[in-house]
């Protein structure tokens, strides 16, 4: 089999092996970043689990493919610019168009896990906007 045809075992991530604190700046608290997929390439796919404390709220904030949030326990808060936050429980999966301003985060009351993929372009999946 040449090198392109030839299949690549699937890569194994090993839970707790890539938990870190958020970037300072992206949130109203630092909170737990586990990374599950990392690229760099236009189109690559980013996924992370997120642990967030209660009240801890992302600043707003867009990207560049649209992002995908699924829901693993807690409840949560998604917020679309113009529009009401709505509430979100464990099992609720949430979209987010390419380029919509929006943001996240774990109600008053209650921690929030969540699992977020988006795509890469221009060497980046997200862009923070100024509150």
């Not at 300072?24 to 967030?52: H, N």
């Not at 679309?80 to 609720?92: H, P, T, V």
Request: net charge negative; charged share 20%.
């Amino acid at each position: 089999m040449s090198p392109k045809t030839a299949q690549r075992s699937p890569a194994i991530h090993r839970a707790g092996e890539n938990t870190q604190r958020s970037p300072e700046g992206i949130a109203s608290a630092p909170f737990w970043v586990e990374m599950l997929v990392e690229s760099r390439e236009d189109g690559g796919l980013t996924a992370m689990r997120c642990s967030l404390e209660p009240g801890t709220m992302t600043r707003w904030h867009t990207h560049p493919h649209g992002q995908i949030l699924y829901v693993l326990s807690g409840v949560g808060l998604a917020e679309r610019d113009g529009e009401a936050a709505k509430k979100l429980r464990a099992g609720d999966c949430v979209t987010f168009a390419p380029d919509e301003r929006h943001r996240h985060g774990a109600t008053l009351n209650s921690t929030f896990a969540y699992i977020s993929i988006q795509a890469v372009l221009g060497g980046s999946a997200v862009t923070w906007l100024e509150d």
